[in-house]
């Protein structure tokens, strides 16, 4: 595809507001000052001092950054060309932005900005998964009404990920699963027969006599390398998030509720990710999984990629695929295509663009609720307990992620892990069972929850509420 003529209609640049200055606003407030296509000059985070500090570390003149706390000075700012840092967004309602890119990561905020901006007839570039695996197909809905769209970002995995496999069905591809690898790299050195991932390292020489599925059974083989490695972790609920926001915005589904979450060499990928019948991992086709990248030191990452495997109908044409490098499965009953990175802010412009320039959508047009993200105890919880969401991965301690069909909130139903956040629980919860919506405590004025219900009677209808 020619970028240039597709971006071509673009009579002026697409102006944004980014709200959320951590690593994936910083990255694309950079790139953004390079792209002739796009305008970003208004930032916004949990204050307009961070925020103005984001504009300093990607190189803006410190005289050209106003720290705004009004209306007013927002709109002198503006008139004057200068760049705008600020810490409530609702300031901003009165400049002309065609896209607000929501990537604070925090659910309340992260909803209450969303709902803004489609109600204001903006396009939303929803960069926060924590709110997209929650209301994501309402506030599409909502959008549509409003004459705009909501965008998944390329530069992020569901949005490559969406994209990867629209592709290939528009080939004729007949997918077998697809999915990400998990961020962190298991990283083995023979020698020392050491393993790193994620900052922690531990002595795994085990893994040695598991390099290879060649010689052993392929489920042997995954299954034992799980265990030699039971100290790392091996699902996170990020992922499961992730693939969850894909299966709302295209016909896939988990195989497990929590993933199988194999450790792979690359080329062992459309080995394990094959049926049952054949040989692999998957009780059916069209499914939906992540795995943790095997690698030595010096061999390649798949940097968090995305794939799709597919069934090699023609074994000729694979044959000679294969022999050109391409990945072909043990047996040669399918093959993996991929694209192995995600450059966050850098390459967000292309979803930001054809939402701008064109009113279009990189994920799907009408995603519904199929699943849900909800939380398990993994520990006997107490009543009064807070299920505080810590780090990098959102991580609520003595809970897992697990994938739940999609249903409207009720006092029996599970609750969503994101709305469950960070609030105290009213009863007790045994080891194994799911935290259900009467288990928590939900304010009144939860944006996040407040958008659920407009959710669940766009989709449930009578059902919204039911128990």
């Given at each position: 595809?020619?970028?240039?003529?597709?971006?071509?209609?673009?009579?002026k640049p697409v102006e944004t507001c980014i709200a959320g200055?951590?690593?994936?606003?910083?990255?694309?407030?950079?790139?953004?000052?390079?792209?002739?296509?796009?305008?970003?000059?208004?930032?916004?985070?949990?204050?307009?001092?961070?925020?103005?500090?984001?504009?300093?570390?990607?190189?803006?003149?410190?005289?050209?950054?106003?720290?705004?706390?009004?209306?007013?000075?927002?709109?002198?700012?503006?008139?004057?060309?200068?760049?705008?840092?600020?810490?409530?967004?609702?300031?901003?309602?009165?400049?002309?932005?065609?896209?607000?890119?929501?990537?604070?990561?925090?659910?309340?905020?992260?909803?209450?900005?969303?709902?803004?901006?489609?109600?204001?007839?903006?396009?939303?570039?929803?960069?926060?998964?924590?709110?997209?695996?929650?209301?994501?197909?309402?506030?599409?809905?909502?959008?549509?009404?409003?004459?705009?769209?909501?965008?998944?970002?390329?530069?992020?995995?569901?949005?490559?990920?969406?994209?990867?496999?629209?592709?290939?069905?528009?080939?004729?591809?007949?997918?077998?699963?697809?999915?990400?690898?998990?961020?962190?790299?298991?990283?083995?050195?023979?020698?020392?027969?050491?393993?790193?991932?994620?900052?922690?390292?531990?002595?795994?020489?085990?893994?040695?006599?598991?390099?290879?599925?060649?010689?052993?059974?392929?489920?042997?083989?995954?299954?034992?390398?799980?265990?030699?490695?039971?100290?790392?972790?091996?699902?996170?609920?990020?992922?499961?998030?992730?693939?969850?926001?894909?299966?709302?915005?295209?016909?896939?589904?988990?195989?497990?509720?929590d993933l199988h979450a194999p450790?792979?060499?690359?080329?062992?990928?459309?080995?394990?990710?094959?049926?049952?019948?054949?040989?692999?991992?998957?009780?059916?086709?069209?499914?939906?999984?992540?795995?943790?990248?095997?690698?030595?030191?010096?061999?390649?990452?798949?940097?968090?990629?995305?794939?799709?495997?597919?069934?090699?109908?023609?074994?000729?044409?694979?044959?000679?695929?294969?022999?050109?490098?391409?990945?072909?499965?043990?047996?040669?009953?399918?093959?993996?295509?991929?694209?192995?990175?995600?450059?966050?802010?850098?390459?967000?412009?292309?979803?930001?663009?054809?939402?701008?320039?064109?009113?279009?959508?990189?994920?799907?047009?009408?995603?519904?609720?199929?699943?849900?993200?909800?939380?398990?105890?993994?520990?006997?919880?107490?009543?009064?307990?807070?299920?505080?969401?810590?780090?990098?991965?959102?991580?609520?301690?003595?809970?897992?992620?697990?994938?739940?069909?999609?249903?409207?909130?009720?006092?029996?139903?599970?609750?969503?892990?994101?709305?469950?956040?960070?609030?105290?629980?009213?009863?007790?919860?045994?080891?194994?069972?799911?935290?259900?919506?009467?288990?928590?405590?939900?304010?009144?004025?939860?944006?996040?929850?407040?958008?659920?219900?407009?959710?669940?009677?766009?989709?449930?209808?009578?059902?919204?509420?039911?128990?």
């Amino acid at each position: 595809m020619n970028y240039h003529r597709y971006f071509n209609r673009a009579e002026k640049p697409v102006e944004t507001c980014i709200a959320g200055c951590g690593a994936f606003g910083r990255s694309y407030l950079r790139q953004a000052q390079a792209t002739p296509l796009l305008s970003a000059r208004i930032a916004i985070d949990l204050s307009g001092l961070e925020a103005a500090e984001a504009w300093r570390e990607i190189g803006i003149d410190p005289r050209e950054i106003a720290v705004c706390e009004s209306t007013a000075e927002i709109r002198t700012a503006w008139n004057a060309g200068r760049f705008i840092a600020a810490g409530d967004a609702s300031l901003v309602g009165d400049l002309p932005i065609d896209v607000f890119i929501e990537a604070t990561g925090h659910p309340e905020a992260g909803a209450r900005h969303a709902l803004m901006a489609v109600e204001r007839g903006w396009h939303l570039a929803l960069v926060s998964k924590e709110v997209d695996v929650v209301v994501g197909p309402g506030l599409s809905a909502l959008a549509r009404q409003n004459r705009c769209v909501v965008t998944p970002i390329d530069g992020d995995q569901p949005s490559l990920l969406m994209g990867l496999v629209t592709w290939a069905e528009v080939l004729g591809f007949k997918i077998v699963a697809a999915g990400k690898s998990s961020e962190y790299d298991f990283v083995f050195d023979d020698r020392s027969g050491m393993l790193s991932s994620n900052g922690r390292d531990a002595h795994v020489p085990e893994l040695a006599n598991l390099w290879s599925m060649e010689s052993q059974g392929v489920l042997d083989v995954l299954s034992e390398r799980s265990r030699v490695v039971s100290a790392f972790a091996q699902r996170t609920v990020p992922d499961l998030c992730e693939l969850l926001i894909v299966a709302n915005a295209v016909d896939l589904v988990p195989d497990r509720p929590d993933l199988h979450a194999p450790i792979l060499h690359i080329s062992e990928a459309p080995t394990a990710f094959s049926t049952v019948t054949d040989g692999g991992l998957l009780g059916g086709e069209r499914r939906i999984d992540v795995f943790n990248c095997l690698r030595k030191p010096d061999e390649l990452s798949f940097a968090g990629g995305v794939f799709v495997v597919v069934r090699c109908e023609d074994p000729t044409s694979w044959e000679m695929l294969r022999q050109k490098g391409h990945i072909v499965s043990q047996n040669g009953t399918t093959a993996l295509l991929y694209i192995p990175r995600h450059l966050l802010g850098l390459e967000a412009a292309i979803s930001i663009l054809e939402a701008g320039v064109h009113g279009m959508s990189s994920g799907a047009e009408c995603p519904k609720p199929r699943f849900d993200l909800a939380i398990r105890a993994e520990a006997d919880l107490q009543a009064d307990t807070l299920l505080t969401a810590t780090g990098h991965h959102h991580s609520i301690a003595d809970t897992s992620g697990i994938a739940v069909p999609g249903s409207p909130l009720g006092p029996r139903r599970p609750v969503p892990y994101y709305l469950a956040a960070n609030r105290r629980l009213l009863k007790p919860v045994a080891k194994g069972e799911l935290i259900r919506c009467g288990d928590i405590e939900i304010s009144e004025d939860s944006h996040l929850a407040k958008l659920r219900c407009k959710q669940d009677q766009m989709f449930f209808g009578q059902e919204a509420f039911a128990s």
